[in-house]
T-cell receptor
Framework: QQQVKQSPQSLIVQKGGISIINCAYE??????FPWYQQFPGKGPALLIA?????SEKKEGRFTISFNKSAKQFSLHIMDSQPGDSATYFC????????????FGKGTRLSVIA | NAGVTQTPKFRILKIGQSMTLQCTQD?????MYWYRQDPGMGLKLIYY???????DKGEVPNGYNVSRSTTEDFPLRLELAAPSQTSVYFC?????????FGPGTRLTVT
């Protein structure tokens, strides 16, 4: 049972374009939705996160859009740069404690000049 | 402040051998986790711990064991290594929401 479904598996975007990665979840008890960024040979690192009390959160060029009724959330990267080339994971967790995160399968983003 | 450290970085094991992957964090986090990452499969939770002396199984615990005798250390033990355990292993720790990951151990079982 895959609790968090992520798409696409890979994405190629031109420099300056918008990268969009989507995730869908099944468990309505989830209440914390982070995105992690992973560069080759490194561990994942938190990029941005959202809770269901807001529909959007923006940090610099990165925006999470959240649709509670559709049980979907997405990451938008504006003005994509070659340095954004990495693997991105969405995740979700129920309760506001430290129950383990459930991760999507990841999206490999390549930003080409 | 080194964060989460993992040793070794790389290891090749023969089938049936055993080994321990070490993980240490210096942030005084109560929560620690072990994940494995296989290509195109995301991060799968092996075991986690909510504090010293307390551990619990994740999604894929078979073939692994853990212990948590101190807040800082959370070693992962592989007994009787199998080719299916070829993977990249990540340790992580957290205090509240954010999980901090180590650099990973790349393990090959042949």
């Amino acid at each position: 049972q895959q609790q968090v479904k992520q798409s696409p598996q890979s994405l190629i975007v031109q420099k300056g374009g918008i990268s969009i990665i989507n995730c869908a979840y099944e468990n309505t008890a989830f209440d914390y939705f982070p995105w992690y960024q992973q560069f080759p040979g490194k561990g994942p690192a938190l990029l941005i996160a959202i809770r269901p009390d807001v529909s959007e959160k923006k940090e610099g060029r990165f925006t999470i859009s959240f649709n509670k009724s559709a049980k979907q959330f997405s990451l938008h990267i504006m003005d994509s740069q070659p340095g954004d080339s990495a693997t991105y994971f969405c995740a979700a967790r129920r309760d506001s404690g430290n129950t383990p995160l459930v991760f999507g399968k990841g999206t490999r983003l390549s930003v080409i000049a | 402040n080194a964060g989460v450290t993992q040793t070794p970085k790389f290891r090749i094991l023969k089938i049936g051998q055993s080994m321990t992957l070490q993980c240490t964090q210096d942030m005084n986090h109560n929560y620690m986790y072990w994940y494995r990452q296989d290509p195109g499969m995301g991060l799968k939770l092996i075991y986690y711990s909510v504090g010293a002396g307390i551990t619990d199984k994740g999604e894929v615990p078979n073939g692994y064991n853990v212990s948590r005798s101190t807040t800082e250390d959370f070693p992962l033990r592989l007994e009787l290594a199998a080719p299916s355990q070829t993977s990249v292993y990540f340790c992580a720790s957290s205090y509240r929401d954010e999980q901090y990951f180590g650099p990973g151990t790349r393990l090959t079982v042949t």
